[in-house]
């Protein structure tokens, strides 16, 4: 879901192949069926016809991640949409919706988005979140997802060098103290996603503390020539620690064309953000089914695909 200029050059991610399953379910003119590695080409041209610029290799991390919750929309011939979705436990989210301009306004999209409902759901699922592009809060609203908070995707083309603060790393052993405040402050647990990411070599992580218990922490995904950072966690109210942690991370991606997508309340982030040359490419709605069981904590999206 995410327009990204250089995206889909060497992805450094170790991933594993989906292996081939059974469809989902079938109506009179549309076949959803499991996302199987054969399908990867046809998802990244499609998605590419949004200029969201993505590789094979992030259909493959996400069919790694979610094996059972990536989908495929064919008209009995041929194939016309996709959809992916993930599991935290309580939480689930929705992302990378797309079917040909031929079958919009004609149910493709609201099967695809009910039937990642009733997979999410069937999988003890109590809140679905999204991220949805203005123009599409309507659809979602139709389907009774309801706004939350407004978010904006910023991004520099080449970032400038700064100086920062050293600040501890993430290892292995630090996981699970990372992992149980990303929960709290989330709402689900996404020990699958955040291990994947903090752990992964060649990426970024820093944490820091507040008397004996973790303020905050933060990751970047690093490529080649661009870079996301996020996710962020960090306690209400505790400010100097957000924007301590994204400095420590900015000060590691000079050069980098580089992304974020933070709530537009974040003030001082953003100004961070806009002191070293980010602007915002676009604008993108946080909307929930069921209960928002997040807490108030400072916040960066991981990525627009999955929370």
């Known amino acids: 879901m995410i ?15 989906l292996i081939a399953r059974p469809d ?12 199987r590695t054969e399908d990867f080409l046809f998802a990244t041209e499609l998605a590419n016809t949004m ?31 996709i959809a992916t ?24 999209g609201s099967l695809l988005v009910k039937h990642a409902i009733d997979y999410l759901q069937g999988k003890g699922v109590e809140t679905i979140g999204l991220y949805a592009y203005p123009n599409l809060v309507h659809f979602y609203s139709s389907l009774g997802f309801t706004n939350d908070e407004d978010f904006s995707v910023l991004h520099v083309k080449n970032l400038a060098s700064l100086t920062s603060e050293s600040l501890l790393s993430v290892s292995k052993q630090h996981m699970r103290i990372i992992e149980a405040f990303d929960n709290r402050c989330f709402g689900g647990d996404r020990k699958k996603l955040l291990e994947s990411i903090v752990l992964e070599e060649g990426n970024l992580n820093y944490y820091v503390f507040n008397g004996n218990e973790v303020a905050g922490y933060v990751a970047a ?24 942690l994204l400095k420590a991370v900015l000060a590691k991606l000079s050069g980098k064309s580089v992304y974020v997508a933070l709530p537009k309340k974040e003030t001082a982030l953003a100004e961070t ?18 209960p928002n069981v997040s807490s108030n904590c400072i916040y960066l999206a ?3 695909e999955r929370g």
């Open 273 to 290: 953000l806009s002191n070293v040359g980010f602007k915002e490419d676009f604008s993108v709605v946080r909307m929930f089914l069921g």
């Open 3 to 17: 327009k990204l200029e250089d995206k889909g050059l060497l992805l450094t991610r170790k991933r594993t192949n």
């Open 24 to 35: 989902y379910t079938s109506t009179r003119m549309y076949q959803v069926k499991l996302m």
């Open 85 to 108: 979705c993930i599991s935290y436990g309580k939480v689930g989210w929705f992302g990378n919706l797309i079917v040909k301009d031929e079958y919009r306004g004609k149910g493709a």
């Open 221 to 244: 995904t690093v490529y080649d020539l661009m870079a996301w950072v996020g996710p962020l966690m960090c306690q209400e109210g505790n400010v100097d620690a957000a924007v301590l």
């Open 51 to 81: 200029n969201w610029n993505m590789a094979q290799e992030d259909f493959q991390f996400m069919t790694q991640l979610e094996p059972e919750g990536c989908f495929i929309l064919s008209d009995n011939i041929k194939h016309v949409g």
């Open 302 to 304: 991981e990525s627009l």
